[in-house]
Each structure stands twice: as structure tokens, then as C-alpha cells.
């Protein structure tokens, strides 16, 4: 290759996005947990629903808000504040 020619790369494709859908690392942060964090809980088989398309993996926005509702905790009303 000729001095000051640089090897081209092949251009870097745009992920589209799925509708209703959002990628791993944005799903993460409206969950206020990292992204090792969902990895783990997929190894573990807990944490919310997902779709794999190809090596991406996605978060749907209306399983994440039933997960949400599943894992709520209600207080509990002690005895003694009757």
C-alpha cells in the first residue's frame, strides 16, 4: 500500500430499532441497574423478559412494566400501628 493511504473499513451499519423494543444498555438504565447486571440475571434466569435478534438483545417496554409489577413488594402493616 502506497505511503499515507490508509486501508478503507467497511462502514459501520445503523442498528434500527425494533418497535416497542429497546436495546440492552437503555433498558439498564431506565432500570437503574448495568448492563452486567441484566447479563446476570439472564444466566440466572430471573429479571424481565427479552428477545435475542441476532447478538443483540432487546427489552420489551410493556414485559419490563408487568416484570416491574410481578416483583412489587407491598408493605406491611405492623400490629402495633393498629
Same mark, same amino acid.
Given at each position: 500500500m502506497p505511503e499515507g493511504q490508509h486501508k478503507r473499513r467497511a462502514p459501520r451499519l445503523k442498528r434500527k430499532r425494533i418497535p416497542g423494543y429497546v436495546p440492552e444498555a437503555? +433498558? +439498564? +438504565?431506565e432500570l437503574n441497574v448495568s448492563v452486567r447486571t441484566l447479563r446476570k440475571w439472564r444466566r440466572q434466569g430471573v429479571g424481565p423478559p427479552y428477545v435475542k /435478534?441476532?447478538?443483540? /438483545?432487546?427489552?420489551s417496554v410493556e414485559s419490563r412494566g408487568a416484570w416491574l409489577r410481578e416483583i412489587?413488594?407491598?408493605p406491611v402493616r405492623s400490629e402495633r400501628a393498629l
Amino acid at each position: 500500500m502506497p505511503e499515507g493511504q490508509h486501508k478503507r473499513r467497511a462502514p459501520r451499519l445503523k442498528r434500527k430499532r425494533i418497535p416497542g423494543y429497546v436495546p440492552e444498555a437503555e +433498558a +439498564a +438504565a431506565e432500570l437503574n441497574v448495568s448492563v452486567r447486571t441484566l447479563r446476570k440475571w439472564r444466566r440466572q434466569g430471573v429479571g424481565p423478559p427479552y428477545v435475542k /435478534v441476532g447478538r443483540q /438483545v432487546h427489552y420489551s417496554v410493556e414485559s419490563r412494566g408487568a416484570w416491574l409489577r410481578e416483583i412489587e413488594t407491598r408493605p406491611v402493616r405492623s400490629e402495633r400501628a393498629l
